[in-house]
């Protein structure tokens, strides 16, 4: 439970006609399980026989099926965005670098041509050589690694995320599965991870 609700949460000691099938508790023993709780997050619940401990495995089990759910529905969204990265903007940088391409090939013949010209005597304008300057910041900020960097580190945090994703579902998947066999009798390890499934 969340450590501010706890305190709402009291024993049901007088009967209610309203309520007929809450059990009465006895306060000695509810203080007793408030006091053995394993932390302060932690709301003692009387389970009166195998009916309602079967209920709880039953919540238990549709807990795990809703976080199923939703661990497919994050890993359909990463999918997706991998997907709209590899089709969208692999293919931009494939356009960019194509169009870059060429730009140099004329950039390269026109420093040349230039260069021809200068030897001759001629002069550039001050038009031509605030033109140089853009182009070479422009080629400067191109090949800036930088780049490709946050590029490479973004795609990697997707992965990573994807992967923690597949994780938890074959994690969940397991406790599904546990849940399920009712005739096997649970373990300590198999207690442990109930409880912090239940807890988180």
Not at 35 to 56: H, I
């Amino acid at each position: 439970m969340d450590e501010d609700a706890v305190p709402f949460y009291q024993p049901h000691l007088t009967y209610d006609p309203t309520h007929p099938d809450v059990p009465l508790e006895d306060e000695t023993k509810w203080e007793e399980a408030v006091t053995n709780r394993p932390g302060p997050n932690y709301v003692p619940v009387l389970v009166p026989g195998f009916w309602a401990l079967g209920k709880r495995a039953q919540r238990q089990r549709e807990f795990i099926e809703k976080c199923n759910i939703r661990l497919h529905d994050i890993n359909a969204s990463l999918d997706a965005q991998l997907e709209i990265h590899s089709q969208r903007i692999a293919t931009r940088i494939t356009e960019c670098k194509r169009k870059h391409a060429i730009t140099s090939q004329r950039t390269l013949a026109l420093a040349a041509k230039i260069q021809i010209l200068r030897n001759r005597g001629y002069v550039m304008d001050n038009a031509e050589e605030e033109l140089g300057a853009k182009l070479k910041a422009l080629e400067r900020e191109v090949f800036d690694p930088s780049l490709n960097g946050r590029e490479q580190e973004i795609w990697a945090r997707m992965l990573g995320i994807r992967e923690r994703g597949k994780k938890l579902k074959a994690e969940m998947e397991k406790l599904g599965l546990a849940a399920r066999n009712e005739d096997a009798v649970l373990d300590e390890e198999t207690v442990q991870i109930a409880k912090k499934v239940r807890s988180s």
